[in-house]
């Protein structure tokens, strides 16, 4: 029972009964007051495995704190802090349920030591993010949330048959080290958790629960969604180097959807799908410097993407639908503090110098300045440009195009400002003094961000995608901002794959039907021919072959019965 | 005679943002030039090869938005005519 209240996940996760029964206005206190006890739990921790029991013969560790799960702990709980807050000014107790829930599997997969509390946790966590997104009172939303809960089923099925081939093979479930893709049970695993990251094909249900979740939703999901396949990647395949590829194709498609998209709270999933890429890839560097660096950009994505994600979902709470670049237009006189907060989580997801994402960003740079690996330390060096370009020129212009008639709207709400404000304060202020985020990092790092020989290609890298950027627009180089979506993946699957499913389902219930008939056709000859036959046997006398034939037979079983021993 | 409002110009916010690009890159080359030691890596590691990377993320940008828009665009359904359409239109 002891051990039961150590794993601070448990925190969350009771706090959602008190939530579901609480008055609204004890809502938001009590999702943050859960938040400051887990993480106080987690603090108050020494490193190591807690007490163990065993369920079923196997072994469950509830708790094993090393210094990997906590930088990754102290993340979600100071997110789930920041949503709490970002939450007060709605209605919904089954969403702050569903995000405690959320949170609160997250954090326990984080710290169990065992493999199966780590997939029933992950298992537990993905299913509530689909009850987030059914939460959601926006259009579509039900059929959005139907759709995450097939991949995170799919996801929870893989897990399920990767455990059971790995726990046959003979391996430890209290173990919680290297797995190997090359075995089925690693295999089925790895799949799983390219799910959980969100990796190529897998990709399209970020963007999908993001767009569609309510305001708040859409910053719990950023948070807590995709960063714990991150962390699974790096505790079960650290070096692995088909991440190498696979974080390189995020990058890259997370890039050229990001440039695109006129729905910007997509655009914000698919540039934190660029970034978890990054992430990706790191892992799959496997040096010491490179799982820092994705560790410690793991951190600084959460809190950078979690202020644009917040930062849109007040404009999204304003207009009533979509944040779209087409339809930004006049935003700064509508919602002055809101459009100023926008250029500073734009700033922060670029990496800009001063927020929290370039003190890790370098980190990268640092880990992968090798002949070997340039092509990688090139894309890791040209995304932020990419974003600077794509996601905050484009919605800082496009909010602070004057109009001659501003749109008639009223100011997000106290708490969403206070919630979206605070992500970007954490953003600048682990920018500005990132060393005690250095110090959480599994290896001791002595790195000095703002070194000049640093700071300045930063400065001028994005000095220089801005003034292309801007001049690319001024010179209609650009493509205007019109509502346009774009086709991804999913449309595969909810076009011509749909279709087929749909046609093939046509083709069976006909055959079905064609078979019923002809079984029923069949079985009416029959019943004809018995009802003839046996009709026959009220007249045996008759002189027909068919009385004959009766006669025999009646005399053949007669003697049988008699003579046969 | 009234007099359709014009739209107020943009200029001004463009100036800014130039303003600051220019700045940051400005400052950036500057001091790439004058501090940091050559033989580096790879060219893109060299002094000014961030400026050509932010070139190039620039131009890929425009050239990734572009091509979406080109091929990956989702046509609007087209719109269903449907028999007696006007109907109730007289009532």
Known sequence: MLALTLNPGFVPLLAVFLVLAAPRGLRAPTMAGAAVLALWLLLDHEFGAASAMAQMGLPVVLLNLDA???IFGIALL??????????????????DAAILTMCGGAVSALFVGDLISFVASASLA???????????????????????????????????????????SGAQSAVLGRLDVATIGGGF????????????????????????????????????????????????????????????AMIVIGAFYAAAEDDLRRAGAYALMAQTGVCVALIGDGAPLAMA????????????????????????ERVGAAARVSALAGLSRAMP????????????????????????????????????????????????????????????????????????????????????????????????????????????????????????????????????GVAFRVFGLSPKANFAQLLDIDALY???????????????????????????????????AVEGWISRCDRPYATSIASFVQIAVISGVLGLMLFAR | MSKRPQPPSQSGLVGVAILFCFVAAAVGLGFDFAVRARGNFWIGAEPGGAAAIGAGAAVFSVLAARAALLILRRRPPAPIEEEGGDAGAHS
Not at chain 1, 129 to 151: K, P, Q, Y
Not at chain 1, 212 to 235: E, K, Q
């Open chain 1, 68 to 70: 990997l799960n906590r």
């Open chain 1, 78 to 95: 100071l997110a789930l802090i920041i949503v709490a807050i970002y939450s007060g000014a709605r209605r919904n107790r089954y969403e």
């Open chain 1, 126 to 168: 993905g299913l509530a993010a689909a009850w987030l997104v059914f939460c959601s009172t926006l259009e579509d939303a039900n059929r959005a949330g139907g759709r995450l809960l097939i991949w995170h089923g799919l996801e929870g099925l893989l897990f399920l048959v990767g455990v059971a081939f790995h726990l046959s």
């Open chain 1, 189 to 248: 695993i790895f799949a799983a958790l390219m799910i959980r990251v969100g990796a190529p094909l897998a990709h399209v249900w970020l963007k999908d629960a993001v767009s569609h979740a309510s305001p708040v939703g859409g910053v719990a999901l950023t948070a807590m969604t995709t960063m714990l396949g991150v962390y699974g990647l790096a505790r079960f395949f650290p070096g692995e180097p088909l991440l190498l590829a696979i974080g390189a």
């Open chain 1, 293 to 316: 660096a994705a560790e410690g950009t793991a951190f600084t994505a959460i809190f950078a993407f979690m202020a644009l994600q917040a930062t849109l979902g007040a404009v999204v």
């Open chain 1, 337 to 468: 503090i809101t459009s100023f907060l926008l250029i500073g989580a734009g700033l922060a997801v670029s990496a800009a110098p001063g927020f929290a994402l370039y003190a890790t960003h370098t980190v990268a740079l640092q880990a992968t300045a090798e002949w070997e690996k340039l092509w990688l330390w090139t894309l890791i060096a040209a995304l932020p440009a990419v974003l600077l370009v794509s996601l905050t020129l484009r919605i800082v212009l496009a909010a602070y195009r004057p109009l001659a008639r501003p749109p008639r709207m009223n100011e997000a709400p106290y708490s969403m400002l206070l919630g979206a404000g605070l992500a970007s304060f954490f953003c600048i202020s682990v920018g500005l003094a990132p060393r005690w985020l250095y110090g959480l990092m599994p290896a001791e790092l002595s790195f000095d961000a703002f070194a000049i020989d640093r700071l300045a290609p930063q400065l001028e890298l994005l000095g220089v995608a801005g003034l292309l």
């Open chain 1, 494 to 528: 909810r076009g011509p794959l749909a279709s087929a499913g749909r046609w093939s389902g046509v083709l069976l219930l006909r055959a079905y039907g064609a078979w019923q008939e002809l079984s029923r056709g069949v079985a009416r000859a029959i019943a004809a």
